[in-house]
């Protein structure tokens, strides 16, 4: 897609997202890309401001941090709020590693997956080496997927190391 159409496609999407907000009385929080387009944002800037473009003013947008959504945001004046994951394994290089079919995990290992991004801003990366993530002082919001399997045990552990993050650093 051209970064017109890309532009376009958000506006629609994003439009068409408001007006069920609308009709419910909700306002629209944040805007977070998904999918493909996702990871094509992180590794394309022209992409990443394609598609910021269509993101109505003053409204947040979710990303990986270090990546050129980032990067987008930030020269588009869009506040960007720093993504990390409950539930997906991070490359040597702070990518996401998307499996085509969800693998299980263990209640332990979500809770050291996450409690390591919170307290260190980092990640031990598929091939064992530990990545920084630069999430900076931006605000963060964590990502779990319902289509993973045992989803809800992975929301109830990725909660309760947030929880214990927050109490532990008096927010």
Known sequence: MSPEELTAMT???VGALKG???AEG???HHVKP???LYGMMCRDYDTAKAVMQ??????????LAGTNMEKAANDLGITFWAE???DVKYSNDGMLVIDRKKKPWKTEDVRDHVSQQLNTQSVTATDGSVVQLPVKEYPISICCHSDSP???EIIKTTKEVIDKFNKDHGR
């Open 34 to 36: 998904h999918g493909v």
């Open 20 to 22: 069920f907000l609308d």
């Open 26 to 28: 909700v306002p629209l």
């Open 84 to 86: 990390l994951y409950g």
């Open 11 to 13: 506006i629609y999407q």
């Open 150 to 152: 045992g989803c809800l």
């Open 54 to 63: 269509g993101i109505p003013k003053g409204t947040p947008v979710f990303g």
